[in-house]
């Protein structure tokens, strides 16, 4: 089983970047598939976006669709996400999720206990 530590939240204009980190441990990464969430201050956990095991399919929540871009590496154990076009109502405690899923599905749900591994989260906050 995986542990997953998030990184690379703070705090940015509206339009700036970011760009977080979900690490994994474990040696058999490429078969989990990860899943970026975020919860807003008040607010309930939203899906933000999905990639498969293998890297080759990826998942965007409307609301980010074309401003934020999910990636891995296999080879670091890592998945990334890219946030462009920041808004602030991206702001967010951000956490990824990884279950083993092998090299081809995707994880969309939002339920905790479909996934075997959850981050500790890292906050995103956006200056309007």
């Known amino acids: 089983q995986v542990q997953l530590v998030e990184s690379g939240g703070g705090l940015v204009q509206a339009g700036g970047s970011l760009r977080l980190s979900c690490a994994a441990s474990?040696?058999?990464?490429?078969?989990?598939?990860v899943t970026w969430f975020r919860q807003p201050p008040g607010k309930e956990r939203e899906f933000v976006s999905a990639i498969s095991g293998s890297g080759k399919s990826t998942y965007y929540a409307n609301s980010v669709k074309g401003r934020f871009t999910i990636s891995r590496d296999n080879a670091k154990n890592t998945v990334y996400l890219q946030m462009n076009s920041l808004k602030f109502e991206d702001t967010a405690v951000y956490y990824c999720a990884a279950d083993y899923r092998g090299h081809t599905a995707l994880v969309l749900s939002t339920r905790r206990e479909e996934y075997d591994a959850w981050g500790q989260g890292t906050q995103v906050t956006v200056s309007s």
């Open positions: 474990g040696r058999t990464f490429s078969n989990y598939a």
